[in-house]
């Protein structure tokens, strides 16, 4: 899948297969060590606001799920040219009335923010951008999820690494809601280090073992 510069709603896939695949990185990374950490944290992991993505370098990212099928995506990387834009661009023009708009305009008022989408009513959206601009770090930020062999490639760079059918059959099983705590245990009992009991409270906060919410 395409992502364009700068990027486009249709650009994104549907939120419940990007929640699925980001949910599952965030599930196999967790560690009761790491869920002490706060904001001083990285890699993918999920809490009450939703999913989140930091390198600790140039780009960071939250996906938020709302009631009734509804999901925000808003982050930075530093390949975004959106907060230094003249004249400002209105990140939330436009925007419906359930966004977590306290967190944004703290965001937006820290110049931390990047890029906002919304999506509702079957599909995503953003304010308008102006001609000419080269990029909102859509791209360089969301593209890992967009394709399936980059998730799988990310499966086999983390910690504790998960390749080939393991893999593979557990991003199907994260796709299509099943992924359950057997799953994990069948990992924990291969690898000891793993961290079973914070994989269970992220995969229970995930969902991912239930079907998704409805569009």
Known sequence: MTVHRPGQPGDLPSPELLWARWALLAVLEA???AEGRGVHRTGHWISGTGLHLD???CTWWTLYRSDEGRYVLYGEDE???VKWHEPRIDMLAGA???LPYEKLRDLLEGWELGCVYWYENGSWARAP???GLGDD???CGMSRFLDREEVLGMLADIDGPVEGQTASELLDAAEGYRLTPVHLEALAADDPARDLPAMRRAL???GLGAAPLPR
């Open 31 to 33: 560690t009761t060590e």
């Open 55 to 57: 390198d600790a370098g």
């Open 79 to 81: 390949s975004s040219g």
């Open 96 to 98: 419906p009335g359930w």
């Open 129 to 131: 951008y102006p001609e």
């Open 137 to 139: 770090g859509l791209h």
């Open 204 to 206: 229970a906060a995930a």
